[in-house]
Nanobody
């Protein structure tokens, strides 16, 4: 199983980015997926999760700004990030729960067995 995240970069506050996570070695239809992030000097933080039935969940700080989605035909997860803030600066990791179809909220890193390598998002003020 491999997850490859990309789409990060440098953006000004108020801007948008779309992260993608291409998976291989699994059939994404059968698994919940999500995103975590880790800012410098801080613990890894759960951001969002999407179940196999497309029910979505978000941590409070990104609600109404971020949108998670999935394309099962492409085995790809997405995270659309709008109205970005400097405090959104972090390395973003995509994750897949190899054992489950629903989301645990709030999720912990231990809930997900497959992790991407991370993509850096930097939001300037």
């Amino acid at each position: 199983v491999q997850l490859q995240a990309f789409g990060g970069g440098l953006v000004q506050a108020g801007g948008s980015l779309r992260l993608s996570c291409r998976t291989s070695g699994l059939t994404l239809d059968y698994h919940a997926g999500g995103w975590f992030r880790q800012a410098p000097g801080k613990e890894r933080e759960w951001v969002s999760c999407i179940s196999t039935s497309n029910v979505t969940y978000y941590t409070d700080s990104v609600k109404a700004r971020f949108s998670i989605s999935r394309d099962n035909a492409e085995d790809t997860l997405y995270l659309q990030m709008n109205s970005l803030r400097p405090e959104d600066t972090a390395v973003y990791f995509c994750v897949v729960d190899l054992r489950g179809t629903v989301c645990r909220v709030p999720a912990s890193p231990a809930d997900f067995q497959a992790w991407g390598q991370g993509t850096l998002v930097t939001v300037s003020s």
